[in-house]
Structures are given as C-alpha cells and as structure tokens.
C-alpha cells in the first residue's frame, strides 16, 4: 500500500533542499566577494592574485591543449562505448537463454504429467 502523505513529504524535501543551497551560496559568495575587495584593496596583493590567476589560466590552456593532441582519449572513449555495448549483447543473449531454458523445462514438466496422465488411465 502506497502511503500519499509521503510522497507529499518527498516532493517537499526536493523544493526545500535547492533554496536552501541557493541562500547557502549565495551568502558564501557575498562573504567571497567582500573578503576579495577587502584583499584587493592593497596593490601588492591585488599583484600576487592576478599572478595566481595568469597561472591558473595558463595552465587550464595547456591542458585542455594536451586533450586536443592526445588521441588516446578519443580511443578510450571508443573502447568503453564498444565493451559497454558488447556487455549489452551479452545479457540480451543471456535473457534469451533463460528464457528458452524455462521454455524447455515447462515442456519436459508437461510432458511428464502427460505421461502420468496416460499410466493411470
């Protein structure tokens, strides 16, 4: 039996949990952005950010650079799609398998009543 009262309850849990972690983040990037224009207000500081920052750009650059050359990505990819879809073959052969073999002991099951059937009489 199905209790209604909690699905009400879970569709409450799912509107609740994102405005709870909207205010969240929003109130963490208020805090973010008054600590950054508090750093930043010295320009040796502001110096060591956009050095940081540079860095980080730099290095987000070359690696996605390095994911264009290498090809071994794409072949991987490949390779997952390819044993994902032979596991996929796989089971529907097994499927088909069971079902058969439930075919042939429904059959073998009947035909020994049949046989029962026919000593008695």
Known sequence: ??????????????????????VAGAVAIAGVAVAAT???????TRKKVKKVL?????????Y???LKEDSDVGEGIHAIKKIATD???QQERQILADQEAKRIKQEAEDKAIQVQNDAQK
């Open 1 to 22: 039996m199905t209790n209604t009262n909690q699905k009400k309850q879970d569709d409450n849990k799912n509107t609740v949990s994102p405005i709870i972690t909207s």
């Open 38 to 44: 508090m750093a930043l207000r010295d320009e040796k």
């Open 54 to 62: 540079t860095n980080v750009k730099d290095q987000a650059i070359d």
């Open 64 to 66: 996605v650079e390095s």
């Open 87 to 89: 596991i996929k073959a």
